[in-house]
RNA sequence: GGUCCCAUCGUCUAGUGGUCUAGGACGCGGCCCUCUCAAGGCUGCAACACGGGUUCAAAUCCCGUUGGGAUCACCA
């Protein structure tokens, strides 16, 4: 075991989709290559959207996906701890009060717009002077807190970007207690990741300007600053971030037969320089990570793909991998995956060799005549093609005419695998009755 | 608009100045196999955003343009 520790800080204001999934995935996968630790951290320091429908869906999407959790914390839990923080910090100056309400701050950043400057937090409130905050508390004002940048370059070796720069100066004050008092994300998450060491944070690069602030609080803490990774952001197909990629959840795709390795798989390989491939264990999955190979540029997330992917994923999963919910033995398994669409598919197949099912007859006195030379034993491989070649010579009748029926009889099916496979599987006393329209 | 990032086949990418008539994977087309749907085998189509430089030589370096994305919230 490492010191190795990554965080998964999810904020249960909405349910988990497939932008979310990635990046648990990334941590989790990361934890396990390094033989580090996965925790899970419930950012709800917004009391007023955070839901427990959004955390039980949270949870159990986890779940299913098999990127448990070896540590849990809560943020609104936390919440004395982090004034005990944000007070030596204010002792410190690097938190001070504002007193302008939202109206007024979203009116300058109105003007700066319009002029051409950047929208950067003009720090007036670090000139208040007494009167000032007297004039404003006895209008009933209640301050809201910002953290003061120090000027300089703030740098970090980003693992997928590379170094990374940013100048304080073109970077905002970032407001990190509300009016009313509670928190807002940025100081309560670095608090944590001091305390539960967080040795990496992998999240998506609409951090990346958060970090830049971040890197100041570990610092003002006298927190370690942990190793970054900025992933991509994941797009829809026509390149904007579609409403779709934000609200495809984990069950939606599991109802459509989605696999669950079949998800992580793809979302782990998606925008790397790898081939995405099958992947049946998130332990094989840990091992073939690799930072270094995952680009740069936005990948698009396309479900069709997605779900394309998980029909090559089905067809070549190992009886090992689904022993445990299909009862059927590794042979059955074997001759029937590969026509599969859903794992759940299997009971069909299992009903149609192993249980009763309604024949389809087409022509009574074509099925009836190939029964009769359906020989009653000493069945082998060949007895398929044996007693099919009877059948052809007897009734005249070849390609779809021959083996359609046949097909419609003992399967009731359209399609499906070979009936030289399915035959034996089916046996002598179905496939008889079948052939002579018996429900069998 | 400021800051940051990105730009090679439909998609994900390899490519770090000559080995690139640009490689792979997925998808797509064709062929084979075949009773069907799959699976499998073979094969084909398909890309360096644009314009300037630098250089004997540029997908590769530089500048610009265009296009995309992120962020600039009292969301996370």
Redesign the pocket.
């Known amino acids: 075991m490492t010191n190795i520790k990554v965080r998964f800080?999810?904020?249960p204001?909405g349910y988990m989709h497939i932008g979310n999934i990635r990046t648990a995935l990334f941590n989790w996968l990361w934890a396990k290559k390094m033989g580090g630790k996965f925790m899970l951290r419930i950012?709800?320091?917004?009391s007023v959207?955070s839901k427990k429908e959004y955390e039980d869906y949270l949870r159990e999407s986890l779940v299913w996906l098999g990127l448990t959790w070896e540590e849990e914390a809560r943020?609104s839990a936390r919440f004395e701890h982090y004034n005990e923080v944000t007070q030596k910090l204010i002792q410190q100056g690097r938190i001070y009060p504002?007193?302008?309400?939202?109206e007024?701050?979203?009116f300058k950043?109105k003007r700066?717009?319009a002029k051409?400057?950047?929208?950067?937090?003009d720090r007036q409130a670090l000139n208040y002077t007494q009167e000032d905050i007297a004039k404003f508390e006895a209008e009933g004002r209640k301050p809201?807190y910002r953290f003061k940048l120090i000027q300089g370059e703030i740098a970090w070796n980003d693992v997928v970007?590379?170094w990374?720069?940013?100048?304080a100066q073109?970077?905002?004050d970032t407001?990190i207690i509300?009016?009313?008092g509670?928190?807002?994300?940025?100081l309560p998450?670095v608090i944590d990741d001091c305390d539960f060491g967080i040795t990496h944070i992998v999240r998506g690069?609409?951090?990346?300007?958060?970090t830049a602030s971040q890197i100041q609080m570990f610092e003002a803490i006298g927190g370690k600053v942990p190793t970054f990774a900025h992933l991509?952001?994941l797009?829809g197909?026509e390149?904007?971030?579609s409403k779709r990629l934000g609200s495809l959840g984990v069950k939606d795709l599991k109802d459509n037969g989605v696999e669950n390795m079949t998800i992580c798989s793809f979302l782990a390989?998606?925008?790397?320089?790898?081939?995405?491939?099958p992947f049946y264990s998130l332990e094989d999955l840990a091992q073939s990570l690799d930072f270094s190979?995952?680009?740069?540029?936005?990948?698009?997330f396309?479900e069709e793909?997605l779900k394309?992917?998980n029909?090559?994923y089905i067809?070549?999963l190992p009886y090992e991998t689904v022993k445990d919910r299909v009862f059927v033995d590794e042979d059955f398994w074997e001759k029937i995956k590969?026509?599969?669409e859903k794992v759940e598919d299997y009971k069909v197949w299992n009903n149609i060799c192993n249980d009763q099912i309604e024949p389809v007859v087409e022509d009574t006195n074509f099925t009836s005549q190939a029964a009769k030379l359906l020989p009653q034993d000493n069945w082998n491989c060949d007895t398929?093609s044996v007693w099919i070649n009877e059948v052809k010579t007897a009734t005249g009748k070849k390609?779809?005419e021959?083996?359609?029926p046949?097909?419609m009889a003992l399967t009731g099916?359209?399609?499906?695998?070979?009936?030289?496979?399915?035959l034996l599987l089916i046996g002598y006393e179905k496939a008889f009755k079948r052939l002579n329209g018996i429900k069998a």
């Open positions: 800080a999810p904020s204001t950012d709800d320091t917004d959207r943020q504002c007193y302008e309400t939202a007024e701050l979203e950043r700066a717009f051409g400057l950047p929208p950067i937090y809201h970007r590379g990374v720069k940013y100048e073109n970077l905002s407001i509300r009016e009313d509670s928190y807002l994300y940025h998450s690069e609409d951090h990346v300007t958060n991509p952001l797009t197909k390149g904007k971030l390989k998606l925008g790397t320089s790898e081939a995405i491939e190979k995952i680009g740069r540029s936005q990948p698009k396309d793909e394309h992917f029909l090559k067809h070549t590969a026509n599969l398929f390609g779809k021959l083996f359609h046949i097909r099916q359209e399609n499906g695998p070979e009936l030289k496979v399915l």
